[in-house]
């Protein structure tokens, strides 16, 4: 009973494990500002064990990316520049058009995540308008909007913006996933500034099928053996009920 007393104590610590930061892209340090797609500094910064990133792609080179220092530094640069190069003025024209930057989070095998919220700095590089974003996700095929909305702040003043993921599609996930960053703005060169993503949630380790079924029985065999040791001890006592036959089987004793 111990042993059953100890596993079910062991899953209550899985279930209540506590949202914590997983992940967080700070785009790096002074000195790292670069007009190239790719760079040390689009890559996260890991708080969690079991998991990996990928860094900050424009996969299909529908925008223009870059770590930034610009004229009107914003607290914490450098930052994350984002031109989503015209052809959009709307979160549903910008997700039409294709016009995303993303990351994929993927959990080690045999590790599944849960996430929960997502936080970041966002605004608009200039004056222009209407510039926004969209944020979906992998969790439902990118249908579902997980944030979104114009932005009425620019550089160098951030609109904190907070993402709350719904339960289920992005709860207990053991395959990879991926967000996509939406962006417009009315003209190429207007850019959308970010900085300070950080995705929260939980990682936990998958019992194996074969672990799974070992417990049950496990847990089954130590039943019966307390259930046969009461038995005969209350036959010894000299219990008045009925005896069961000698070379019953446990399960006929429990019907
Ligand atoms: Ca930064």
Not at 26 to 38: I, N
Not at 54 to 76: F, H, K, L, W, Y
Request: aromatic letters at 10%; glycine letters at 10%; charged letters at 15%.
């Amino acid at each position: 009973m111990r042993t059953i007393i100890v596993a079910a104590a062991g899953l209550l610590t899985i279930t209540s494990l506590q949202s914590a930061e997983l992940l967080r892209f700070s785009f790096g340090s002074t000195g790292q500002e670069t007009t190239a797609e790719t760079s040390p500094a689009y890559s996260p910064v890991l708080s969690a064990l079991n998991i990996s990133s990928t860094p900050i792609r424009d996969v299909n080179g529908q925008v223009g990316i870059e770590i930034s220092s610009a004229a009107t530094t914003p607290v914490g640069a450098p930052f994350l520049r984002v031109d989503p190069q015209g052809n959009s003025t709307s979160g549903p024209g910008a997700v039409t058009a294709g016009k995303y930057f993303e990351f994929t989070l993927t959990p080690d095998p045999g590790y599944a995540v849960s996430l929960d919220s997502m936080t970041f700095d966002v605004t608009r590089g200039g004056g222009a308008i209407p510039r926004g974003f969209v944020l979906r996700g992998s969790g439902d095929n990118y249908t579902a909007n997980l944030a979104g909305q114009d932005l009425t702040t620019a550089r160098p003043t951030y609109t904190a913006i907070t993402a709350t993921f719904p339960v289920g599609a992005y709860t207990a996930v053991e395959s990879p996933v991926t967000f996509h960053f939406y962006v417009y703005a009315p003209a190429a060169g207007n850019s959308v500034d970010w900085d300070n993503i950080v995705l929260n949630g939980t990682v936990a380790a998958v019992p194996e099928p074969g672990t799974t079924a070992l417990i049950a029985t496990g847990v089954f065999a130590l039943a019966a053996l307390a259930r046969r040791k009461k038995n005969r001890e209350l036959n010894d006592q000299g219990f008045s009920g009925p005896a069961f036959p000698s070379g019953s089987s446990v399960l006929q004793r429990w019907c």
